[in-house]
């Protein structure tokens, strides 16, 4: 089974509108954290918030917020004023077992988001 | 943040050659290291887990003898590509956590392998 679900292979938006991308989870730790990046053409990953199964409150990094719903396993990033140069690949991911040393990023399928003027 | 550092960002082989690609930590210690392989437009698909001074844990499907890693200190991670083919050519990125951290993973720039 899929532990990182990105439905949404394509999104599209207009500059200054906002724009929710979906991603849901599957695990059983109860310690694990949620991360999504973003890919330019160029290939580099860029980080862009992080949240914890244990916080309470959603991240919000500037632009960028999640929405965790922890009972629903989801962790929406919501981009707020999208801008051109948002034009990307986004993915989603999780790291289990949070505090243990070693443990990789899992990706979802990620999705294309297309900004346009 | 801090910084990873992945070298080349580009290579053209041939077929049965091999290639290395490093993966630098530059301003941590980092003593796991993660390898990836991208498909154009697809996900991020972890090829193993290299821990220093110790064997490379590779994941199903990952062909430990084509895909050599190196964790000889723990500020360097290297990945060869063991007689190379054309369908070897892929997007490879490495990334590592800082110790102790529980947020961010940093990433290297990525490596575009083309095998002609």
């Known amino acids: 089974a899929q532990k990182i679900t990105q439905t949404q292979p394509g999104m599209f938006v207009q500059e200054k509108e906002a724009v929710t991308l979906d991603c849901t989870y599957d695990?059983?730790?109860?310690?694990?954290?949620l991360f999504w990046y973003k890919q330019p053409s160029s290939g580099e990953m860029i980080f862009l918030i992080y949240?914890?199964?244990?916080?309470?409150q959603n991240a919000t990094e500037g632009r960028y917020s999640l929405n965790f719903q922890k009972a629903r396993k989801s962790a929406n990033l919501v981009i707020s004023a999208s801008q051109l140069g948002d034009s990307a690949m986004y993915f989603c991911?999780?790291?289990?077992?949070?505090?243990?040393?070693?443990?990789?990023?899992?990706f979802g399928k990620g999705t294309t988001l297309s900004v346009s003027s | 943040g801090a910084v990873v550092s992945q070298h080349p960002s580009r290579v053209i082989c041939k077929s049965g050659t091999s290639v290395k690609i490093e993966c630098r930590s530059l301003?941590?210690?980092?003593?796991?290291m993660f390898w990836y392989r991208q498909f154009p437009k697809q996900s991020l698909m972890l090829m193993a887990t290299?821990?220093?001074?110790?064997?490379?844990?590779?994941e199903q499907g990952v062909e430990k003898d084509k895909f050599l890693i190196n964790h000889a200190s723990l500020t360097l991670s290297t990945l060869t590509v063991t007689s190379a083919h054309p369908e070897d050519s892929s997007f490879y990125i490495c990334?590592?956590?800082?110790?102790?951290?529980?947020?961010?993973?940093?990433f290297g720039q990525g490596t575009r392998l083309t095998v002609v």
């Open positions: 990334s590592a956590i800082e110790p102790g951290g529980d947020t961010e993973a940093f």
């Open positions: 695990t059983s730790d109860q310690s694990y954290g």
């Open positions: 949240q914890g199964s244990y916080d309470e």
């Open positions: 991911a999780m790291r289990e077992g949070l505090y243990q040393a070693g443990t990789a990023l899992i």
């Open positions: 301003d941590f210690q980092a003593t796991t």
């Open positions: 290299s821990n220093e001074g110790s064997k490379a844990t590779y």
